[in-house]
């Protein structure tokens, strides 16, 4: 890539002309001077220097869209140059949420390292908004999603699916329904004969729920909102881990994935929820390109055999 596209696009990303000289390693006069000369060429300012951080004009956004577009394709012909080494080389940069890292990819990632010790694996915890952005700017190779305005945005293929069942410790809440840990394992709150938890009993029931803009804060919603039931919010935190953990603590109950259950979990009672949107469809979710390197067509490939759809 030309060294000066490389510098607009690194004072995109930084928002100053300091902070993109420091990542570059250079002084920030001979960066100025830079782009001044590419603005002088195309007799248009590329940012708005009164803005911090600085935002590019509009001039700028079509500039910094053919750096993109520049960079992309460079990435797509040096991925398939590695390819032809058999991944031999290369890298993969995996994003997730706390969620996805903790209870989904682990065994994928221990596995792939095994596979292919060539490659330079990398793995990132960001929120879905943010991993959004990471993937359109190709920070990162893939992530994980169940909400249908990213997996619209991007090229994506089937991954997993997890249901949302009510986790309450005993103290709290024990129906004659409550599941165990073995029970929700071996699949029992996924069979028509499994009852539900009454509504009645929900709400009276003190809630931990995810933060506004978490995709289960939504679906909370609509669970309550089709109960009838106006819930008591004790506690409204970011991270489902950190819910379900709270849950065991007994300070409440909490919607949890049933993929976080673990064999052996005393602490807490599981309940099936009536419910139409306790179901969800993850799906690996990638940039939109004309070419998918093979270190991540093998990622996808060797998650779809350790999950069951």
């Known amino acids: 890539m030309q060294q000066e596209f490389e510098y607009v696009y690194e004072i995109y990303r930084a928002g100053s002309f300091?902070?993109?000289?420091?990542?570059?390693?250079?002084?920030?006069?001979?960066?100025?001077?830079?782009?001044?000369?590419?603005?002088?060429?195309?007799?248009m300012a590329l940012f708005d220097r009164s803005a911090r951080p600085l935002e590019p004009t509009e001039a700028g956004k079509i500039f910094l869209e053919a750096?993109?577009?520049?960079?992309?394709?460079?990435?797509?012909?040096?991925?398939?140059?590695?390819?032809?080494?058999?991944?031999?080389?290369?890298?993969?940069?995996?994003?997730?949420?706390?969620?996805?890292?903790?209870?989904?990819?682990?065994?994928?990632?221990t596995e792939y390292s095994r596979l292919y010790p060539a490659i330079n694996l990398e793995l990132i915890e960001a929120s879905s908004a943010v991993l959004a952005e990471m993937l359109n700017d190709r920070q990162i190779d893939l992530t994980f999603s169940c909400r249908e305005d990213i997996i619209a945005e991007f090229q994506h293929y089937p991954a997993f699916n997890d249901h949302i069942i009510l986790a309450v410790p005993p103290e709290i809440l024990d129906l004659p329904c409550a599941m165990r840990a073995d029970e929700i394992l071996s699949g029992r709150h996924l069979l028509n004969d499994c009852p539900s938890v009454p509504f009645n009993n929900m709400k009276e029931l003190e809630y931990i729920i995810l933060s506004e803009g978490n995709n289960l804060h939504d679906r909370a919603a609509r669970i309550f909102t089709e109960a009838g039931i106006q819930p008591k919010i004790k506690l409204e935190i970011s991270q489902l881990s950190t819910s379900y953990h709270l849950a065991k603590a007994k300070f409440g109950a909490a919607f949890i994935s049933d993929r976080m259950v673990q064999a052996g979990e005393e602490d807490l009672r599981f309940y099936k929820i009536d419910s139409s949107v306790t179901e969800r469809e993850f799906f690996a979710v990638l940039p939109k390109r004309e070419y998918t390197p093979k270190a991540v067509r093998a990622f996808i490939d060797l998650f779809r055999r350790n999950y069951v759809f």
């Open 18 to 43: 300091t902070k993109a000289a420091e990542k570059l390693h250079i002084t920030q006069p001979a960066l100025s001077m830079a782009v001044k000369r590419i603005e002088s060429s195309i007799g």
């Open 67 to 109: 750096v993109l577009k520049i960079m992309a394709d460079e990435e797509d012909m040096k991925a398939q140059i590695r390819d032809i080494e058999e991944l031999k080389s290369g890298s993969l940069c995996v994003g997730g949420s706390h969620y996805i890292n903790t209870c989904i990819l682990p065994e994928t990632m």
